[in-house]
């Protein structure tokens, strides 16, 4: 079982910066891939960024990439989404997961993760 837990979300304004956490309980945590997703008011959560288990590759989707950057430190069983020249459009619960069952590197799907954190809300005001 692992648990998840992220921090860092706040209310910033347009062209500001916020790096949020994700902290992760368990002893594997290396071994799993991990995905940001955000869920946005009356739309469905979509998927942002995911790390592989070295934190070798990642990926994001088109509108983050250049202003968001995810990356994780095994040691301290943290994954990091810092987050540049933030936009309202950004404005989201964001969430964490894990992927337990990865056969690949990284999975953008959410059907994919097996873990999740409760979700920390940024809100970018304009």
């Known amino acids: 079982q692992v648990q998840l837990r992220e921090s860092g979300g706040g209310l910033v304004q347009a062209g500001g910066s916020l790096r949020l956490s994700c902290a992760a309980s368990?002893?594997?945590?290396?071994?799993?891939?991990m995905g940001w997703f955000r869920q946005a008011p009356g739309k469905e959560r979509e998927f942002v960024a995911a790390?592989?288990?070295?934190?070798?590759?990642?990926y994001y989707i088109q509108s983050v990439e250049g202003r968001f950057t995810l990356s994780r430190d095994n040691a301290k069983n943290t994954v990091y989404l810092q987050m540049n020249s933030l936009k309202p459009e950004d404005t989201a619960v964001y969430y964490c997961?894990?992927?337990?069952?990865?056969?690949?590197?990284?999975?953008?799907?959410?059907?994919?993760?097996?873990?999740w954190g409760q979700g920390t809300q940024v809100t970018v005001s304009s």
């Open positions: 368990g002893r594997t945590f290396s071994s799993y891939p």
């Open positions: 790390i592989s288990r070295r934190g070798i590759l990642t």
């Open positions: 997961a894990a992927d337990a069952g990865a056969s690949s590197s990284y999975s953008l799907k959410s059907e994919d993760y097996d873990y």
